[in-house]
């Protein structure tokens, strides 16, 4: 089915064949038969979400909160991850301030969503699934790699429902343009090399939590999983492009801290240097986001700093978590 929806791009149901659309059968055969035994191994195992189901468009998307404390914490995975990579996180934080860990369209719990997955469309699923679970603003929107994009988006299309942000280590508009000949190729073999473990060779980041693993290799293995996350990464260049739109704006004024790995990714070679260098120079630049930002480097910590240092954003959410309360206080009294 092809039609189009309120954000004007055209909806493509993944469940059909499209015409010139690349998605080749052998492909699809090949995503289900990776599954096969990773399913017949866990059909005895129930894996009911741990939070709920909503309609969005209808299909089903999953967000699990905890807490109940104002404003809402919003957590977004990088491609490929999913909500409960965030568990630890979560329960640091749920005495102080209600949590969310959602999963986009396509991972965890939620359906897969049309096509093309763009932020464009990823944010204003996530606009409206906060708005059909009843979960209403001010947020605080948490975004790792290329959930920072639905963070940056959010923030410019929903500014009067956005309290803070905090980006760790998240992708930048331009990065697909700045970066040195190939980069783009680069970033995606290397940042996100982790993830495509996780999802193809059952392999998962040495601090995911434990308890958690046995059901996230599994959702992870799903074939809308990894049809999402190719999806992603074949749109990213469109994704950049619709926030660089939002953001010929001005600067906005809410907290922002944006966290960044300190440990080298690339090859000590001199291409290395320079995809270290330029990446650097664009992690700089998401500080000059906001008039009231902070940028903190995560020493001990590559791409995935919420597993490799989750202290260092469990304070940093606590830091706007914080300036946002005096915020209010000051607005109540």
Request: glycine content about 8%; charged content about 20%; proline content about 5%.
């Amino acid at each position: 089915m092809i039609g189009s929806n309120e954000i004007g791009e055209k909806l493509i149901d993944p469940g059909i064949a499209i015409p010139g659309r690349v998605i080749p059968v052998l492909l699809l055969l090949a995503l289900l038969s990776l599954t096969m035994s990773a399913v017949a191994r866990s059909e005895a195992v129930s894996f009911e979400p741990p939070g709920q189901l909503i309609d969005v468009n209808g299909r089903d998307m999953h967000i699990n909160c905890i807490g109940n404390k104002s404003p809402t914490i919003i957590l977004d995975s990088g491609a490929g991850g999913f909500s409960l990579e965030w568990e630890n996180i979560q329960h640091s934080l749920s005495q102080y301030v209600r949590v969310c860990a959602y999963d986009r369209a396509g991972y965890g719990w939620s359906d897969m969503g049309p096509l093309p997955r763009t932020t464009k469309r990823i944010a204003h699923e996530l606009h409206t699934l906060l708005q059909n679970a009843g979960i209403h603003g001010p947020y605080i929107i948490v975004g790792h790699s290329f959930g920072g994009f639905t963070a940056q988006y959010f923030a410019r299309y929903f500014d009067d429902e956005i309290a803070g942000l905090v980006l760790v280590d998240s992708s930048h508009e331009e990065q697909v343009y700045r970066l040195p000949e190939n980069g783009k190729d680069v970033v995606r073999r290397s940042l996100h090399q982790d993830r495509s473990n996780m999802m193809t060779k059952s392999v998962l980041h040495e601090h995911y939590p434990k308890d958690a693993a046995l059901v996230a290799v599994h959702l992870m293995q799903r074939w809308s999983a990894m049809l999402t996350w190719r999806e992603e990464m074949a749109n990213y260049a469109l994704s950049a492009r619709q926030l660089r739109d939002l953001h010929r704006g001005p600067i906005l004024e809410i907290p922002i801290v944006v966290l960044s790995r300190g440990k080298r990714v690339w090859p000590d070679t001199p291409y290395g240097d320079a995809m270290e260098a330029a990446w650097k120079e664009l992690q700089n630049e998401l500080n000059y986001m906001s008039g009231n930002s902070t940028h903190i480097i995560a020493e001990n910590s590559g791409h995935v700093i919420h597993l490799d240092e989750p202290e260092l954003v469990v304070d940093a959410i606590h830091d706007v978590l914080n300036y946002v309360e005096r915020e209010l206080d000051e607005q109540g009294g």
